[in-house]
């Protein structure tokens, strides 16, 4: 039985390929600081929780053991912690470390953290220019980019099968944040209508958390230094996506598309979604298929059990407090039902 050893694997990626691993045979052990965070049904369908934490690295060691097929690093930031997980891929027969589209820069230096949007002229392959690597604060806006490069110039000039993966916007069970949460509560709080900025045209590549355990399991059987983008096989526009949380939820609203001028008018925030976007951005991934990659699903497959798990949770409760709070930065301009309605009784143009 094949051993895989996933870093980070309690959390939305490291559950995805668990599952993913553990349903083709693996044995799987993942590393975290809390066990109460991995779910009931991935410990008993075998995987083992080994505590370690990130950054020491005589816990990784020990966590490693003898060696192991595949190593999965859903938690690399930084150089530094590249450097702590190249010792561990000497020992591994394949290495996946989850990076970010968010590396990517357009001709004019602007990328998916920069003040200015970026602007691509089409799909983005592997071969787009990306930031300089860097080391400020990860956490921060304009450090998270600089240090995923730097991680992933560790990892690839170390010479070793390091496969890194690219992925786009993140969505599945666990997820933090929640994007798809921005229709889920409307649809739950039977909102009439549903504003969208843009004419809901904004388009950012989202991509399943299962897709990412697809290539993950794909990588595994062809190890390799190389870097490859994962994306849903489709980019639904921001108005698609609520086409398909509602119908989902079995909801319907009334489909306000806003054009510029009637946003500018009416507040800044009306009808945004996490998904504006002036330009596309979506990444190629023929890379990834050319290496026998096939996604487990497009978007509305594989978002359902996200919006049922977000859905559960608010018919519940939220017991296990996986909901935003009503004050979260992120989500308050998203709700501002107050001038939605305002702005939907007349006091402003369609």
């Given at each position: 039985m094949p051993r895989a050893l996933i870093l980070g694997g309690t959390g939305l990626v490291g559950r995805a390929a668990a599952r993913r691993l553990l349903a083709a045979g693996w044995q799987v052990d993942v590393t975290g600081r809390n066990p109460a965070h991995l779910p009931s049904e991935i410990a008993a369908a075998g995987a083992r929780f080994l505590a370690a934490d990130r950054a020491d690295a005589d816990q990784l060691r020990a966590a490693l053991g003898d060696g192991t097929d595949l190593l999965v690093d859903c938690i690399c930031y930084t150089a530094a912690d590249a450097r702590l997980v190249v010792p561990l891929a000497k020992t591994s027969t394949s290495t996946v470390l989850i990076s970010s589209r968010a590396v990517y820069v357009d001709a004019?230096?602007?990328?998916?953290?920069?003040d200015v949007p970026p602007r691509f002229d089409g799909p983005v392959p592997e071969t787009q220019p990306t930031?300089?690597?860097?080391?400020?604060d990860y956490r921060s806006r304009e450090g998270y980019g600089p240090n995923k490069v730097a991680a992933e110039q560790v990892a690839l000039d170390s010479g070793l099968p390091i496969t890194v993966v690219r992925p786009s916007r993140v969505h599945g069970v666990g997820a933090?944040?929640?994007r798809?949460?921005?229709f889920v509560k409307r649809a739950l709080d039977r909102r009439g209508a549903v504003l969208l900025a843009h004419r809901g045209t904004g388009i950012v590549h989202p991509t399943a958390a299962a897709n990412i355990a697809a290539l993950i399991e794909t990588a595994a059987g062809t190890p390799g230094a190389r870097i490859l983008n994962c994306a849903d096989p489709d980019a639904p526009s921001a108005?698609?996506?609520?086409?398909?949380?509602a119908r989902h939820l079995k909801h319907a609203w009334d489909e306000v598309l806003l054009d510029e001028t009637a946003s500018a008018s009416a507040s800044d925030s009306l009808g945004q979604t996490p998904w504006d976007s002036p330009h596309p951005v979506v990444l190629d991934t023929s890379a990834a298929e050319d290496l026998g990659y096939r996604p487990a699903g497009d978007y509305a497959a594989t978002v359902a059990a996200e919006i049922d798990w977000l859905a559960d949770a608010a018919r519940t409760g939220?017991?296990?407090?996986?909901l935003p709070k009503a004050d979260d930065p992120y989500f308050t301009r998203f709700f501002d039902y107050a001038a939605e309605d305002k702005f939907l009784a007349g006091d402003g143009p369609f």
């Open positions: 004019d230096g602007n990328h998916s953290n920069s930031l300089a690597p860097g080391d400020m933090a944040p929640a798809e949460w921005v108005l698609e996506i609520s086409r398909i949380i939220d017991p296990a407090g996986i």
